[in-house]
């Protein structure tokens, strides 16, 4: 049997010593761990019932020496950190802290481990101000964004801000960091401790009214006003409806997001109330008409991921009853040779359900 503090180091040496991520990463991440030991269970404590308790939660039992499961300091290190982000952060309750050792599948161990590695070490620079790994994770987002997307929580809080000096594009200055509150990371407006300030594509919410006759006797919605992507990152607000539409148009890409909502004038006109799946369903066709951007008309169909309805995507909208709480739908633009990747990612009850490209 190991004994209780020998564990506990090994794990902590693990940490520093593994080949994952960065170097600073790694230290950041380690530092994180010793202080939530030195401050829980230091040395000192050892023999105390508490102490051997934490130790031997991240036990997997009895082994011979020349056991080849190499992924046991792997999950123990994933534990210790899990309980280390959640003592940095008490407000993650719930999110963390409830993790064992027999919940993470030898299939997943590895990516587990190394998405706790960036969650700790944003979460111990967040502490120190410095924005190191959070510059990396947004690195590994744009490097791999559908394998980040498919086991890392993304949210927009985006920006309602159109700066029509920019012409057709919307280029403005968000943060991006972990969030471990709600265990994700996130495009904010608002700077945070830890959080890399970065330019980004800006994709404005637009009422379905604003549209220009869409919603006169035979009107259609060829008149949408889109934005030019440019930035390596394109975000858009959250959707709980709202139709995002996309098209290239000669070597450039253009985007809006369209929301189910109408204007005072609208309403004092009677237009009529829609659904989420109602607009992307005029978007697509409406009295005979395919749906364009104003600013960008001809060249490629529109593209439309809306709410129970998509049009020239090659996935089916997202859920409808998605907004607020634990229950999200999250798109990202990436700028990837050849051109521009856009993927949707679906949260349900605070757990991924979906993460896919859409355009």
């Known amino acids: 049997m190991k004994d209780s503090t020998v564990r506990i180091?090994?794990?902590?040496?693990?940490?520093?010593?593994?080949?994952?991520?960065?170097?600073?990463?790694?230290?950041?991440?380690?530092?994180?761990?010793?202080n939530f030991i030195a401050a829980h269970y230091p040395p000192a404590n050892a023999g105390q019932q508490a102490y051997d308790n934490f130790s031997k939660a991240m036990s997997l039992g009895f082994h011979l020496a020349s056991d080849p499961n190499s992924l046991r300091q792997v999950k123990r290190a994933t534990y210790l950190l899990d309980r280390a982000i959640l003592d940095a952060e008490p407000a993650a309750q719930g999110n963390f802290g409830t993790l064992t050792i027999g919940q993470i599948p030898d299939g997943l161990a590895r990516i587990k481990f190394e998405n706790y590695l960036r969650k700790a070490a944003n979460q111990r620079e967040k502490a120190t101000g410095a924005t190191n790994a959070a510059q990396a994770a947004m690195q590994v987002l744009f490097n791999q964004p559908l394998t980040f997307l498919q086991t890392n929580k993304l949210i927009v809080n985006g920006s309602s801000m159109r700066d029509l000096t920019q012409g057709d594009q919307n280029v403005l200055p968000f943060y991006f960091g972990y969030d471990a509150s709600r265990d994700r990371y996130k495009f904010d407006i608002a700077a945070s401790p830890g959080f890399f300030a970065v330019n980004v594509d800006s994709i404005t919410a637009q009422n379905w009214t604003a549209v220009?006759?869409?919603?006169?006797p035979g009107g259609d919605f060829s008149q949408i006003d889109a934005i030019e992507l440019t930035s390596q990152f394109m975000v858009t607000t959250q959707f709980t409806g709202c139709a995002f539409c996309m098209k290239t148009n000669g070597a450039h890409v253009y985007c809006a997001h369209v929301a189910p909502k109408r204007d005072a004038a609208a309403v004092t006109a009677n237009a009529p109330v829609l659904?989420?799946?109602?607009?992307?369903?005029?978007?697509?066709?409406?009295?005979?008409?395919n749906g364009d951007f104003a600013n960008a008309a001809g060249g490629n169909p529109l593209s439309i991921y809306g709410a129970g309805s998509s049009n020239n995507v090659a996935v089916p909208g997202y859920p409808n009853g998605l907004g607020g709480g634990g229950s999200y739908m999250t798109i990202i633009g990436v700028l990837r040779a050849p051109g521009y990747e856009i993927y949707s990612q679906i949260t349900q009850n605070d757990a991924i359900t979906s993460a896919q490209q859409i355009f």
């Open 9 to 34: 180091n090994s794990v902590l040496a693990f940490i520093q010593n593994c080949n994952l991520l960065s170097a600073n990463e790694r230290t950041s991440a380690h530092q994180l761990a010793t």
């Open 212 to 216: 220009p006759n869409s919603y006169a």
């Open 275 to 289: 659904t989420g799946t109602q607009v992307a369903q005029r978007i697509a066709n409406h009295n005979g008409v």
